[in-house]
């Protein structure tokens, strides 16, 4: 299964549609898990479901030009920055003046956890891991695979080839420079 993951990822790499496509519906269900996580994360209104984000993903993803997925990982880890793009893109536009300002009336779902940050908070997570990128990718991809992803320490030392152990030091080390870029008391567990 491996190789044909890592087959779709080569032609899609080569600029293959078709392999694009069926990459994405071979990883549907797996991306749709991370839209729904990183919905309850938001605490996003109603008004946009995990379906709608997926998609809209999917189309911003398959727009752009010279983008490389050489695996698995760095593919969810992608996904996951470009949902959270639009989330706080859908956020920000809820909020704007000519749509109302600050009045929401919203509802959210009672699998929602007690510590949502609001949209300014995945605003500010979202520039943090932008400079983290820039300063360390393999620290900023274990907090997309771990954090956004949802992935267990064993699920991401299996696809990043190291110790278990190994990705905790690096997310322990990921957290702490998050939280100084931060500086505020968001919880990044």
Known sequence: ?????????????GGDRDAGEA?????????HRVARRELARSGTPVSLGATTLLHEAYLDMAAREGTSFPDRPRFLGYAARVMRGL????????????????????????????????????????????????????LAEIVDLKFFCGL????????????????????????????QAIRTDLPVS
Do not use: C
Not at 1 to 13: N, R
Not at 23 to 31: G, H, P, Q, T, V
Not at 152 to 179: C, D, K, P
């Open 1 to 13: 299964m491996d190789t044909d993951l890592s087959a779709l990822f080569t032609a899609a790499e």
């Open 87 to 138: 989330i706080i893109d859908h956020s920000r536009t809820r909020r704007a003046i000519r749509h109302g300002g600050g009045f929401e009336i919203t509802s959210l779902p009672s699998d929602v956890g007690a510590n949502v940050p609001d949209a300014r908070d995945l605003e500010q997570i979202s520039e943090a891991l932008d400079q983290l990128v820039k300063v360390d990718r393999s």
């Open 152 to 179: 267990s320490f064993a699920e991401v030392a299996a696809l990043q080839g190291v110790t278990e152990r190994t990705v905790q030091r690096r997310w322990e080390r990921a957290r702490i420079w998050l939280h």
């Open 23 to 31: 990459l994405f519906a071979r990883l549907y269900s797996e991306l």
